[in-house]
């Protein structure tokens, strides 16, 4: 934000905007002094307390490893870390090794975040560092050192060193009682061990670029009600085994598959505002989700995670992109195939490569891909044609041509969908293109993209590959036929029995059916005929009585409405350890909070209060309407 070429070393506070802006990052720092003043100014006219932190080189989970747009230091870790798996002999580094720069851990940065929030108020911004240099020579031996390279490091003079020193003076935040934490060394192993363990890290195989991996989650699934509901769709319900002996979810079971896999690129689940608490509260804050601002059908989500990729994770054009759906049950070989896909687009096989699978029999509920069997390579085909859901006729006609079921997989470089997007909104950021999200249009990308492309390959997969979509085909992958509070007399025949109440069910001597329960309803239907469910289910106006959150889940155990216009609602909230609702105020209605287990905060217009079991928060003394709390 300065020249730091031109300031005093180490840098106090007070040398912020004394010279020039470097012409390298004008526009970022242009964006960070408007906020910084924006919060001077609102402090100085309004009585707010905002505090500006400006930190040093920051370091640690989950930074940015990308070989070509990461910082050095998480560069260092990727670099030494593929020539250790390569085995190298030799690594090259740029410049002479000669200028010093200062690194933070950032949960330091975190610390010193609430440090001041408790201990200072003022307008000056306060400096975030260690106030300890080391050169980029010593920082790049100790990165070799904590991953194991234990080859030669060489330096490319030619290369330019950059700014000779930058150090932050931290003796203000020192005054005030706050200091550092983590050394340089044990901050760097626990970066490394990041980058090792990161499912969102991509740590190299034998692809030439990076690889991104953005799933689509969409849709209610009303064919699993009352399981499922606008809030929680199919792939949420943790219904399948896991390996360690627990129940997971469709979307969970293919992001552990992927991280089992040699596909472990970076992650984006793109998804409906109302999916968004569910993923993350699933799949943890790792993953980053892309909101669509309203839905408008694949092309347009695919188009806006491209954006995300492209803006927000500055992937280059030439890194492969992989789109899949977040819920297919499927097995090993199907992510080998997704890896051949990736290597076709690598290798310029086709500028669009998709998954075929093997029709099992005539459906109609999928589109077929016709393969051009003139056109093969390496076990890749040419597409000579689409169909999209044909009638039963058609598609056994189509078997015969050896047509595959469109997996609904796309491989893809990131450039070559860029070019399409641009096609309908030409913009500089991730922000402007969410913004004018309704300017594309409403179609699939099978139709958009795929039908026009003009230079498009399938890659054949023979595995297993269900849609789980119905319960006559969920129950058949269940391990289990009873789950949760339920009672038989161990003669049931091929019956699933699902149940979430807190009362149990009873079942004897059934044959054939499915029983679910939720506080949505209760479901008793013949396998053969739960396919129907959906055109009932649509008729269900009532709101969902079950929904997971960023923080954790919530159930409504009683509803009752009133003649006078009143209702009495009840809701039970499960709030995960270190995780909170936001902020509230409620004009039109009173609340009683009992804590039945557990401890916490309880914040009413700032003021925290501890409460723990047995706590009664009544409105009319805690938290009257109006008031904000949370």
Sequence with gaps: MYLPTLAPQPMPESCLLTSELEKTNEAYALAKISGLKYCEFLNRQYGTDFISVMPTNLYGPNDNYHPEHSHVLPALIRRFHEAKEAGLDEVTCWGDGSPLREFLYVDDLANLCVFLMNNYSGNETVNAGTGKELTIKALTELVAKV?????????????????????????????????????????????????????CVQKGNDLKHYYANSLLSGGSGKRLWPLSNNSRSKQFIKLLNSPDGQKESMVQRVIRQLGESDLKGHVTVATSLSQADVIYNQLGEYIDVVVEPERRDTFPAIAL??????????????????????????????????????????DNVAELVLMGITPAYPSVKYGYVVPDESKLKGGIFSVKRFTEKPNVATAEYLIKENAFWNGGVFAFKLGYMMNIVEQYIRAVSFSEIRNRYSEFPKISFDYEVAEKAKLVAVVPFSGKWKDLGTWNTLTDELEDHVIGNVITDG?????????????PIMCIGTKDLVIAASNDG???????KSENIKKYADRLQCCPMYEERHWGEYKIIHNVQYSDGFQS????????????LTYQAHHLRKEVWTVVDGEGLLAIEGKITPVKRRYCLYPSRYAPRSKSHK
């Excluded at 030619?158 to 983590?182: C, E, F, H, I, M």
């Excluded at 609602?569 to 909170?580: H, P, R, V, Y």
């Design 305 to 346: 995670a491209a954006s995300y990729l492209k803006y927000e994770k500055s992937c280059a054009d030439e890194e492969v992109v992989v789109v899949m759906p977040c819920d297919p049950f499927t097995e090993a070989g199907y992510f080998k195939v997704i890896e051949q896909m990736v290597h076709a687009v690598d």
């Design 491 to 503: 003669e049931a025949e091929n019956t699933h029995i699902i149940n979430e109440l807190d009362l």
């Design 147 to 199: 991953v194991g390279f234990t080859g030669e490091i060489k330096w490319d003079t030619s290369r330019p060193n950059g700014t000779p020193r930058k150090l932050l003076d931290v003796s203000k935040a020192t005054a005030l009682g706050w200091s550092y934490q983590t050394e340089l060394e044990d901050g760097i192993r626990l970066a490394y061990d990041d980058f090792l363990h990161n499912p």
């Design 569 to 580: 609602l009840t809701k039970q909230l499960i709030i995960k350890a270190g995780k909170s």
């Design 522 to 528: 209760i479901l008793i239907s013949e396998k053969s």
